[in-house]
């Protein structure tokens, strides 16, 4: 006979499949709350992950205000060092020390593979550096759930900016050599330029060893140029598939590139390797380029990042992400527009947005990535409260599909509704909303952004299953 605990979970699920299915999503705008209750839930859930209490608050007197002064405090924020929990120190330590742990590790490892040769003498060989890789990327996936869902830690736009440019600047967890510097890459590449200049990020980027290892970059020199790099830096990071370069381009970007590698053994991260360089002239887009060793490459660099191309690219990531998963073109000529006259500043691009009647537009919907509803969730939860809550959201969003840093290629998640809406994945989220709820108090700030009909419905279940069900409703999965 089933347990009491099975029954309820049973009839839980039962009632969030019903309310949470896509037909019962389509009808959640029945009797929808207060227009600035709306605008209100709109900005906290886009421009962070979730209101909280005082957010909440805060947001609803003056919503497109409120939604303003954000920009400026992330800005403000990413001037800041961060706030990283003495725990997970360890992704923010000098590159030369990470480096150290790695090389340990790989000794570890190989003192480990000769001593289970047969024959071998057994040696007392510590493990512990054989998990050094494995620690630091568990670390940068705990940090990043720690600062999307606890205002207090991260400002929620800087944690929000920071989840779209690693996206949009996507490294490998699960390639060997990358995984030690993720959570380095995140804290001291991405959240420092993500309201900056996007050039600014771009050459931080190019310079970081994730993404010098990650995309091959460090391999490629003047006797065998590899062209990763040069062809994702077009094709992804700056101009897009189809703006027009050629094959030759790319060829001649990864030219001006060669001697871009890593050293890591002496602490250094980046090096330009002057010998490895290819010194001939090229043409990129039309343009030559002289033999100015590394300056040539950061010049190169900064030209893709100022093209017009670019601007439009990045404009248009940046309307899906915040507005609408097909924005319109005309706000996306006004991003790119404000992208160009201010070369590239991201945060004039931003203001541009919020500004913008699509940010605000009803029928602009957004529905949660499983990040976005894990991240949300916890916020609402009040944030990371023991490590349970880390082990459970991981799990949750590998079994989801968007496992965190765990994206292969470089053209990072997708991020619409068509990817992520279907009934298998909502009964996961229920499933996880509810295990999160059981350790978690009725948020019933959360009622003010309900429609009457999620109100009523949640209202007439058991006091104990009403966190979960808020958690798993279709109002809470949108954003």
Request: proline letters at 6%; hydrophobic letters at 45%.
């Amino acid at each position: 006979m089933p347990s009491a605990t099975v029954i309820t979970r049973a009839s839980a699920l039962a009632f969030l499949a019903c309310l949470a299915g896509p037909a019962a999503y389509a009808q959640a705008d029945a009797a929808p709350p207060s227009a600035n209750a709306a605008a209100a839930w709109r900005a906290t859930s886009r421009l962070g992950y979730a209101p909280t209490p005082a957010s909440a608050q805060a947001a609803d007197a003056t919503p497109r205000a409120w939604a303003l002064q954000q920009i400026d405090a992330a800005y403000a924020a990413s001037r800041r060092p961060p706030a990283i929990p003495a725990e997970l120190a360890g992704i923010n330590a000098p590159l030369g020390d990470i480096a150290r742990g790695f090389y340990a590790e790989r000794e570890a490892r190989k003192t480990r593979r000769e001593a289970n040769k047969p024959g071998a003498v057994m040696q007392n060989a510590n493990a512990g550096p054989e998990k050094f890789s494995r620690e630091m990327a568990q670390d940068a996936a705990a940090w990043r759930l720690m600062s999307c869902s606890d205002p207090a830690l991260e400002n929620p736009l800087l944690a929000r900016m920071t989840e779209f440019w690693f996206n949009h600047l996507n490294v490998f967890v699960g390639k060997g050599p990358v995984r030690p510097f993720v959570g380095h890459y995140v804290v001291n590449v991405i959240r420092p330029n993500a309201l900056g200049r996007f050039e600014d990020l771009l050459l931080a980027s190019a310079r970081h060893p994730a993404m010098l290892l990650y995309l091959d970059q460090a391999q490629s020199n003047n006797r065998g140029i590899n062209e990763n790099y040069a062809r994702e830096l077009m094709e992804l990071h700056t101009l897009g598939v189809n703006s027009g370069y050629t094959q030759k381009d790319v060829r001649e970007l990864a030219r001006i590139l060669t001697g871009w590698t890593v050293n890591l053994r002496d602490g250094e991260g980046f090096r330009f390797a002057e010998r490895l360089h290819d010194k001939d002239g090229k043409v990129l887009l039309g343009r030559t380029f002289g033999s100015e060793g590394v300056a040539e490459g950061e010049e190169a660099i900064r030209y893709l990042a100022r093209r017009p191309e670019t601007a439009r690219r990045i404009s248009t990531r940046l309307a899906s992400f915040f507005v609408a998963d097909k924005p319109s073109p005309a706000l996306v000529d006004r991003l790119a527009a404000t992208f160009t006259a201010t070369q590239g500043d991201i945060r004039a691009v931003m203001r541009t947005l919020v500004e913008s009647p699509e940010f605000w537009a009803k029928d602009n919907t957004l529905f949660k990535t499983p990040l976005d509803f894990a991240c949300s969730a916890l916020t609402a939860a009040g944030g990371v409260k023991e490590r349970r809550d880390i082990v459970q959201t991981l799990g949750f969003l590998a079994q989801a599909g968007q496992p965190m840093h765990g994206w292969q290629t470089p053209d990072g998640y997708k991020t619409d509704a068509g990817t992520w809406l279907a009934p298998e994945a909502l009964t996961r989220r229920a499933d996880y909303a509810l295990a999160l709820a059981q350790r978690t108090p009725e948020p019933s700030y959360l009622n003010a952004f309900f429609s009457t009909a999620t109100r009523e419905r949640i209202a007439r279940e058991p006091a104990q299953l009403r966190a979960g069900l808020m958690l798993a409703s279709p109002d809470f999965m949108r954003k």
